[in-house]
Every structure is written in C-alpha cells, then in structure tokens.
C-alpha cells in the first residue's frame, strides 16, 4: 500500500478548516432563560465553551475530506496484474538478420521455431498467446489467441529479416508485453542488461538463447571507382576465431572482372583494389565460400557512366562555385560543368539547355530545364500547395549548427550556419543537425522525388571551402552520397537495407522481393509508392510498362558476428509454462474510484441525518 502523489497529501489541512468552523459556530452558543424583567433591554447571556462538541454530522463530513484527500493522493494497494489471473503468454521473437544463420541445414530462427510451437503444445487450454517479433521496430504477428493451429501456423510463416535488431525495438515489444503473466524471449544473443532494467520485467522473463557460436565472412563496403580513370575497393572481413580462406568475386556489365582466394586471419579486415572498370554500371561482389549467414555475402555498387551529361552550378559566391564544381567532378570526371553567378544567369541561352543536374547555393532560379536539382542553403521560402516543390518551405537561418554523426549518439562536427527546411511527406531526411542546447534536431539533408525527376537538398553554408576542411568529412561524405544519388540512373537505385524509398508510379506497383513474392502497393497523391527493403537483394518495382531495379545491401557489424555464447544466468531458462510463483511481481492498483464512491455514501448519509432533523423539527431549511 502506498501513495502515488503523497504531495495531495497537504489538502488533508481541509480537515482542520472544517474543526475551526465547527469550534467557533458551538463554542459560542446563546442560552434562552427566563426573566422577571419586563420590556427591558438586557444582553444575550451566551455560554463560553472551551472544548470542542461533535455530532454524527461533524464526522461524517470529516470521513468525506478524507476520502477524498486519500483519493486524490493516489491510494493504492498492491496486487497480481489481471493478466496474471488470465494466463497472458506472449512470445518475443528476434528477427535480426544474424537469426537467419545456418547450421545444420536449420537458421536460428528455425529452431527458436520449434522451441516456441512446444510451449504453445504444452501450454493448458485457453491460455492467450501473442506473438511478437523485432528487428528496427516491433510489430505485432499473431494478436491474442488460444487457438495452437493458428499460433503454429504465424510462428512458422515468420522471416529473419535483414536488418540488425535494435534494442529500442526490444524495449518497444516489451512494453508491449508488460500487461502479460509471462514473456518467451528468443534471441541469438544475451538480452541487454539495460534493456532488462528499464522493462522492469525480469521476474516474468524468459530468456532462450539458440544457435551456437559461429565464424563468418562478410563484405564491409564496396567502391566501384572511376571508370578508366581510378581503380574500385572493395572491404571484406571475417568473423571466424581461425585464420580461413575467402574467395572473392567481382562482376561488372555481365562478365567477371575480379576473382581471388583471400587468406584472412582472426578478426581480419581487409581492403581489396580491383579495375579501374572499363564502363560504369551496375557492380556486384559476392563472396563464393560458404559460410552461415548469406545477407552480408553480397553487395552492389553503381559505377559512373561514361556519359558527358551537362551539370549547372548557380551561386552568387565564386569559391563556392570552384568547390562545388571539384567536388562533381571528383564524382563522375565526364560531368561537363557550368559554372555561373545567378546575377549573370541568361535565361536564353543557359537557360535553353537541359541539364542532368542543377546545383544552387543560396539561391533559387526557376525554370532550369534539369532531371534532378539540388538545392544547397537555399533562401528563404514560403510554402506552395501546388507545383512542383508543393509543401517545401525554408525559415531564417540558425547558427551555429552540428551535425549529427551517424550510428553516433554525440553531434558531428560544426558547420557553422544551416536555413531551417520544413519537409513535405514526399521527402525523406537522410542527415539531421542541432543547435547547442536544443532538443529538437532538423533536415541537412534531404532527397524526394519531384514530377520533372529527383530533389535534393544540403542546408547548411558551404562557404569558407566547409567541404574541403578534413575535420568536417562528415559534411563532404553527405554531399558525395547526395550527388551520387541524384544522379543515378532513374531505373537502377542501389540503397540499404531498413531505408524507405519513393519510388514513381502511376496509380499503383507491383513489387517482386528477393524470394520472388509479389505485393501490389497503392500510389500516393504525388503519384508514387513507399518501399522500405528489409531483405537483402534485388526487388523489381513495376508500373505499367515501366519497371525500377531495387539492390538492398546489408552489413552490421554486430549482426555479422556470430560468435555470441551463451548467458550463464539464462542457461536454465524454464522450457514450459509453469504455475505462477507466490513471490510473482504485483502492480500498483489505484483506489481512486473507490475512495470517491465512499465518500459520496458519507454525504448521501448526512444528508439523509439533515433531513431526519428537519422533520423532527418541522423546519425545512436547516
């Protein structure tokens, strides 16, 4: 028992007001006596009472305050949670990529599978089971249900998805869980201790570990290079507690390019030089020798084209514009790059031309003929419900500005001034940045997809060659990454996994996955559909006679390694659902409702007295 606000506590001084009232009303009180004078004026005699006189009314209007007072402090007792009594199961499944490792012709999954379908054939009928699964968030699989065929049937329909299981998704399902008299947690790896403290559940957990430790290769990163002019890297590392080999494959347009036995030692990474490519394209690695887990083998790469396509860069700032316009060539040396001030832009003869892409530093000029534009610190401005930037807009500027690392808690480095940007839904923020000592973060940059093609925008000033300085590679990489992807082919998107896309459709697509299901999506208002890849691979986006390959690559660095052991606490971790414990964990149960019910009862009860004395006393306003 307790108080869940003690502080209300304080209005129990209520208590003490209606004492006083009580003692100055009665202390006083006028006597009526007889008198022997006649028509003469005389004082009241009055009876001085130093002790205080109660009736049934005074306490029953004392229990009342207190009800209410108790109420208000948040009275509780402490009892089993009702799902205790109701037998709540819920089943917590890891679906991070690392799951998906093999051993034994079986993934892990697998045989999280089967332990969980022998608690559900265990379990004594009408138990309620849920089935939860996490990876970048929890979601729900199967809802409440005792019926085992239909549990057996969505626990075996599950994926290992490639992706690493966050522990924000395992906070998330197990507050999702917290109302339940017992949790199954299946996972590869000991549960976090932080994430066990915060659930405050681990006297109804049940940890189940599965797989055993494993070794593993995997491809950390791909660079495909400059066609003809600069050679690719690609990154391989290996997981396996031994030195052991790995053969290495590269292909390009259709025809192997690189193939090579690497010897790796223990927790060896290596970085590989092949080419330069003879033609830009789409580059695949794939590691040939067969190791457990198969999402991290493979990687895809988009090379630069050969072709000379135009780039316009418009700035009012001449260093700006050299920098700009080194930083495109560094991306593809066969852009032709126009370079120019928007005081001296002409609409007749710079603006006649089509170019791929458009770069515009502080400064908007409407009506380029561009298939993907780039917008960097723009100026202020207002938003258009119409047209082809319709929802974009860009307040005043804030300084100074940090960017966040990625996969990093604390700020990146400082970029000095950045125009705060309101995205529309058809955007997605691909880098956020805060100003010191605010708890809100904004877009630096951002990329959507527009009618006339792709969109792009970097916030922050670029001036005083910021991309040039090597303790703000930060700013550079986002850059790179944002040129790079406003132009490449519109039918060829390489991406990672988790990320969501927009991809252009009429009224609708037709999606084909890795493992070849197909799901028809629905366009949006801006005639495109949302995909967010979460298996490694190549996806095919169909609409009407148009069709945009999708490569997923996938690579973590905690999921890849598979050589977590088991928990010695958990080792002895129940295999089914026993009878709930005396010592089982209770919950606060609030007795607000109840304190106020009798605290109504105690003022109907002095009512009911009040009418009882005016008609004794046939006096009807007392």
């Avoid at 697998?110 to 379908?117: G, P």
């Avoid at 066990?196 to 290079?225: M, T």
């Avoid at 394209?281 to 135009?310: C, E, F, M, Q, Y």
């Avoid at 700009?324 to 066969?334: F, H, S």
């Amino acid at each position: 028992m307790g108080f869940l606000n003690p502080v209300n506590l304080l209005y129990a001084g209520s208590i003490a007001v209606l004492v006083a009232i009580y003692f100055r009303s009665r202390a006083r009180p006028t006597i009526e006596v007889s008198s022997l004078m006649l028509f003469e004026q005389a004082a009241a005699p009055v009876s001085r009472v130093r002790t205080l006189r109660t009736d049934p009314l005074f306490w029953l209007e004392v229990a009342a305050l207190a009800l209410i007072v108790l109420g208000l402090a948040g009275l509780y007792v402490e009892a089993p949670p009702a799902a205790l009594a109701e037998r709540s199961h819920v089943l917590v499944f890891d679906l991070g990529a690392a799951m998906g490792a093999r051993e034994g012709g079986k993934s892990r999954l697998d045989l999280a599978k089967a332990e969980a379908v022998r608690l559900v054939d265990s379990a004594p009928a009408g138990e309620d089971f849920t089935v939860l699964g996490y990876g970048l968030d929890a979601h729900v699989v199967r809802s409440e249900s005792s019926a085992h065929p239909a549990l057996a049937a969505a626990i075996d329909a599950m994926r290992p998805m490639d992706v690493a299981g966050t522990p924000d998704a395992l906070s998330a399902a197990l507050m999702r869980a917290q109302t339940a008299g017992r949790i199954d947690v299946f996972a590869d790896r000991p549960m976090s201790p932080t994430v066990l403290a915060q659930a405050a559940l681990a006297d109804r957990i049940h940890f189940h570990q599965v797989g055993a430790p494993a070794g593993n290769l995997a491809i950390v990163s791909l660079d495909p290079g400059v066609p003809r002019l600069s050679p690719g890297h690609v990154t391989v590392k290996s997981f396996y507690p031994l030195t052991h080999e790995c053969e290495l494959a590269i292909e390009s347009g259709g025809k192997i390019v690189f193939d090579r036995v690497l010897l790796l030692g223990p927790g060896e990474q290596a970085t590989v030089p092949f080419g330069p490519l003879a033609a830009g394209g789409l580059v695949h690695a794939r590691i040939l020798t067969p190791d457990p887990l198969a999402a991290d083998n493979d990687r895809w790469a988009l090379a630069p084209l050969s072709k000379a396509d135009p780039v316009l860069v418009v700035s009012p700032d001449r260093t700006v514009r050299d920098d700009l316009a080194r930083i495109l060539l560094a991306v593809n040396g066969n852009f032709i790059v126009t370079a120019i001030s928007p005081a001296d832009f002409r609409h007749g003869v710079e603006g006649a031309k089509h170019y791929s892409l458009a770069v515009m530093h502080d400064c908007f000029v409407p009506g380029v003929k561009t298939d993907s534009l780039l917008l960097v610190y723009p100026p202020t401005m207002k938003p258009v419900p119409n047209g082809p930037l319709a929802g974009f807009a860009v307040g005043s500027a804030l300084t100074p500005v940090w960017m966040l690392a990625s996969g990093a808690d604390g700020a990146g480095p400082e970029l000095g001034s950045a125009r705060v940007a309101k995205l529309p839904d058809w955007m997605t923020r691909t880098v956020s940045g805060e100003t010191p000592g605010a708890q809100v973060t904004f877009p630096l940059a951002a990329v959507g997809m527009i009618p006339q093609g792709r969109f792009g925008l970097l916030s922050f000033d670029v001036r005083r060659h910021l991309l040039l300085d090597p303790d703000k590679l930060d700013a550079l990489v986002a850059t790179i990454n944002l040129v790079r992807e406003l132009t490449s082919p519109a039918d060829v998107r390489v991406v990672s996994t988790g990320t969501y896309l927009d991809i252009p459709a009429g009224k609708s697509a037709r999606v084909v996955d890795p493992a070849g299901h197909a799901t028809e999506l629905k366009a949006d208002r801006w005639g495109r559909v949302r995909l967010r890849p979460m298996f490694a691979g190549h996806y095919v986006v169909g609409s009407g006679s148009s069709a945009v390959n999708i490569y997923a690559n996938y690579y973590n660095a905690s999921e890849s390694d598979l050589s977590a052991r088991p928990a010695v606490e958990n080792a002895g971790a129940a295999a089914a659902p026993e009878p709930v414990p005396v010592g089982a964990p209770r919950e606060a149960k609030p007795l607000a409702t109840v304190l106020v019910a009798l605290a109504l009862v105690a003022l109907i009860a002095e009512s009911i007295v009040l009418l009882g004395h005016a008609r004794r006393w046939r006096a009807w306003n007392v």
